[in-house]
């Protein structure tokens, strides 16, 4: 796959449910959970775009302006992500087919790589934070902090919470290419909404501010992605080895589906033999 990005691959998809079935959880467990970690964060950026349109000078400018920021945008992408999620577990929990199995071969595969940008986005967009653009000084007032706790800090307990209680894969090291491609589309949205709105989303991205620091901002946080897809593959591949392999928790799944104990997902995805009385 590395070296042919834009294909879907061929093999049979997901064969053992590993997206909608967890070592720890029941399937009707991890898809209430999903869906609980959804509604938390659509309220979250609901009541954060009301509050600034009513508390803001310029009314709701402010809350126009949250699509501009990666911040906002990668929260967003969290709740549609466990809203999705949640959905394919429930389905998977109550017939023993998932609804992600009866998806078109593209969306299946855009759903994987939708999981590995919940898994490493959050981390980046929590480093940046509180590591270059937080001031310091914890904030004056009670919205404030829970609004930036939320999306600053939360953001990356719910990728954790995906890295570690779902059965999913490693990330293909293809999607490295394609974080790398959404990371610059972002950047020609921060220079768009700069052309069209009159500021800079980030600081760091401002040629008058910054220099030629710009570019050593771009290709540092362009190798942060790198980093972190790396740790994140080795968080995924260590929960797989520890919990499969070193505990024999193969994983709990829906009546009726599943594989057998000890069945690789190399064996389920080969078709089943007939006998002929």
């Known amino acids: 796959m590395a070296?042919?990005?834009?294909?879907?691959?061929?093999d049979v998809w997901d064969p053992s449910h590993r997206f909608e079935t967890s070592w720890l959880l029941s399937p009707w467990l991890l898809s209430f959970c999903r869906a609980l970690i959804s509604l938390y964060i659509f309220a979250t950026l609901?009541?954060?775009?009301?509050?600034?349109?009513?508390h803001d000078d310029e009314h709701c400018t402010a809350s126009q302006n949250q699509f501009s920021y990666f911040t906002s945008l990668t929260f967003?992408?969290?709740?549609?992500?466990?809203?999705a999620a949640a959905t394919h577990t429930f389905t998977y929990a109550r017939s023993g087919v998932a609804l992600l199995d009866r998806f078109p071969r593209p969306l299946q595969a855009l759903h994987s790589?939708?999981?590995t940008t919940v898994v490493v986005f959050p981390f980046i967009v929590t480093a940046v934070y509180w590591g270059r653009l937080y001031s310091g000084a914890w904030f004056a007032d009670m919205y404030g902090g829970w609004s930036n706790v939320s999306q600053h800090g939360?953001?990356?307990?719910?990728?954790?919470?995906?890295?570690?209680?779902p059965r999913t894969d490693p990330p293909p090291p293809?999607?490295?290419?394609?974080?790398?491609?959404?990371?610059?589309?972002y950047l020609a949205l921060a220079y768009v909404t700069e052309a069209s709105k009159g500021f800079y989303p980030y600081d760091f991205l401002d040629p008058g501010r910054q220099g030629g620091l710009v570019a050593a901002y771009v290709f540092g946080i362009a190798l942060g992605c790198i980093v972190v897809f790396g740790l994140a593959w080795a968080a995924v591949w260590l929960r797989k080895y520890i919990t499969e392999t070193k505990l024999g928790k193969d994983g709990k799944f829906g009546s009726g589906a599943g594989r057998s104990a000890g069945m690789s997902d190399m064996e389920m995805a080969k078709p089943q033999e007939t006998t002929v009385a």
């Open 3 to 10: 070296g042919q990005p834009f294909r879907f691959g061929t």
């Open 46 to 54: 609901v009541f954060v775009l009301v509050w600034q349109c009513i």
């Open 76 to 83: 967003w992408g969290l709740g549609f992500y466990h809203l």
């Open 113 to 115: 790589a939708f999981y």
């Open 154 to 165: 939360l953001n990356s307990a719910f990728a954790l919470f995906e890295i570690l209680i």
């Open 174 to 185: 293809v999607h490295m290419l394609w974080l790398i491609i959404l990371l610059a589309m």
